[in-house]
């Protein structure tokens, strides 16, 4: 069976141009969470949809930081105007049914994101 | 034996030994946690789970130890293989907010 796919795996952007990072969750799945993964530290939250509403974006570190879930499948986070800061793994990651706690989250493989 | 790195803690043990992999969490009203292991490269795998109303769980070759009373969470892995070389993170929940992951330490099995 398919897990949770992102894309691409890799990007590398210059300073200030705008990236989008797909999320393909497990089919089915209700629940969507994006995490930010620095190197040498652990994911750290940045937001989360239920469906399509999105539920919790307290995480996002700024408002170049956008995402969506518009048909309650399919995700994209979109990065405006990159800083070298934007620069770590963003994964993806969903679960079968609404709320984060006591459901297990699958993970994606993460987008590697290089801010030059 | 374990030494804290630039970034990340780090554990060597002898293949066939069992490792110990100990986290201390933050919120005390924590009531779920998770351990995940991560290879390089991959995302985080779900390896075992635990709610705060036990104080040990048991799976296949692993078991979490809860001490919520110093809020201490530890992974012990039995007769640890080279497949088992990772980075592990634990992650709590506190009901209806969202996973909070510790700093992550690193496996390394000798062979």
């Known amino acids: 069976g398919a897990g949770v796919s992102q894309s691409p795996r890799y990007k590398v952007a210059k300073r200030g141009q705008d990236v989008a990072l797909r999320c393909d969750p497990i089919?089915?799945?209700?629940?969507l969470f994006w995490y930010q993964q620095a190197l040498g530290q652990g994911p750290e939250f940045l937001t989360y949809f239920q469906n399509e509403a999105q539920l919790d974006k307290s995480g996002l570190p700024s408002d170049r930081f956008f995402a969506e879930r518009p048909e309650g499948s399919v995700s994209t986070l979109k990065i405006q105007r990159t800083q070298q800061e934007d620069s770590a793994v963003y994964l993806c990651a969903s679960s079968f049914s609404g709320g984060p706690s006591y459901n297990e989250q699958f993970f994606g493989p993460g987008t590697r994101l290089t801010v030059l | 034996g374990e030494s804290v790195g630039l970034h990340l803690p780090t554990l060597s043990v002898q293949e066939g030994d069992n490792s110990i992999i100990n986290c201390a969490y933050s919120?005390?009203?924590?009531?779920?946690f998770i351990w995940y292991k991560q290879e390089s490269g991959k995302g985080p795998q779900f390896i075992i789970d635990?709610?705060?109303?036990?104080d040990k769980r048991q799976g296949q070759r692993v078991t979490v130890l809860l001490n919520k009373t110093v809020k201490h969470l530890s992974l012990q892995i039995a007769a640890t293989q080279p497949g088992d070389s990772a980075v592990y993170f634990c992650a709590e929940n506190n009901y209806g907010q969202n996973f909070v992951f510790g700093p992550g330490t690193r496996l390394s099995v000798l062979p």
């Open positions: 919120n005390s009203a924590s009531d779920y």
């Open positions: 089919s089915g799945h209700v629940s």
């Open positions: 635990i709610r705060s109303n036990m």
